[in-house]
T-cell receptor, first 116, second 116 residues
């Protein structure tokens, strides 16, 4: 497809389970970002990839959160031992290298995570 | 360090009247500034951007914003609101973080309500 694709669109899980969220960026976009949007809050930065490396992972809230990117394309965000406070919409965005220098991002529609 | 403050969590207008969504920013460098719009159950879409060219920036759907360095503001305006403008609007600042990468910082969002 032409845009950023995220899956699943909705995920309901039980507290303590692990979840994986997937992001397929726009083809050719070297920069990839993960954000979290909680109800009534703005977007909280989680991690940034340039190619397969993550120069900035300062936003990951705890060591239960991890992310990887392979082949300079698809990224997976993993949350281990989920907690209720992890419930949020997880947004992925990608950018060309040039656009990333100004911060212009292209967003997917998000993965809504509900932890019961 | 960078930050952004959206001064109103909700703005309510009547259709056909002007729209003003306020944003103030803080940045250690010459920032890039953006407004994104998020319609219900849709992904975020870039509305307009300022990247050190003209201080009055025109975007899609009749929106514009003016960069005022002396006031550290980047308010979003539209002369006449349309029902389809009802959405969540995010002001975003991006400058070069430590390590050289650009990590956009989002405001908490302003919900625009348009009454018929």
């Amino acid at each position: 497809g032409a845009g950023v694709s995220q899956s699943p669109s909705n995920k309901v899980t039980e507290k303590g389970k692990d979840v994986e969220l997937r992001c397929d960026p726009i083809s050719g976009h070297t920069a990839l970002y993960w954000y979290r949007q909680s109800l009534g809050q703005g977007l909280e930065f989680l991690i940034y990839f340039q190619g397969n490396s993550a120069p900035d992972k300062s936003g990951l809230p705890s060591d239960r959160f991890s992310a990887e990117r392979t082949g300079g394309s698809v990224s997976t965000l993993t949350i281990q031992r989920t907690q209720q406070e992890d419930s949020a919409v997880y947004l992925c965005a990608s950018s060309t290298g040039l656009a990333a220098n100004t911060g212009e991002l292209f967003f997917g529609e998000g993965s809504r995570l509900t932890v019961l | 360090a960078q930050s952004v403050t959206q001064l109103d969590s909700h703005v309510s207008v009547s259709e056909g009247t002007p729209v003003l969504l306020r944003c103030n920013y803080s940045s250690s460098y010459s920032p890039s500034l953006f407004w994104y719009v998020q319609h219900p159950n849709k992904g975020l879409q870039l509305l307009l951007k300022y990247t050190s060219a003209a201080t009055l920036v025109k975007g899609i759907n009749g929106f514009e914003a003016e960069f005022k360095k002396s006031e550290t503001s980047f308010h979003l305006t539209k002369p006449s609101a349309h029902m389809s403008d009802a959405a969540e609007y995010f002001c975003v600042v991006s400058d070069r973080a430590s390590g050289g990468s650009y990590i956009p910082t989002f405001g908490r969002g302003t919900s625009l309500i348009v009454h018929p």
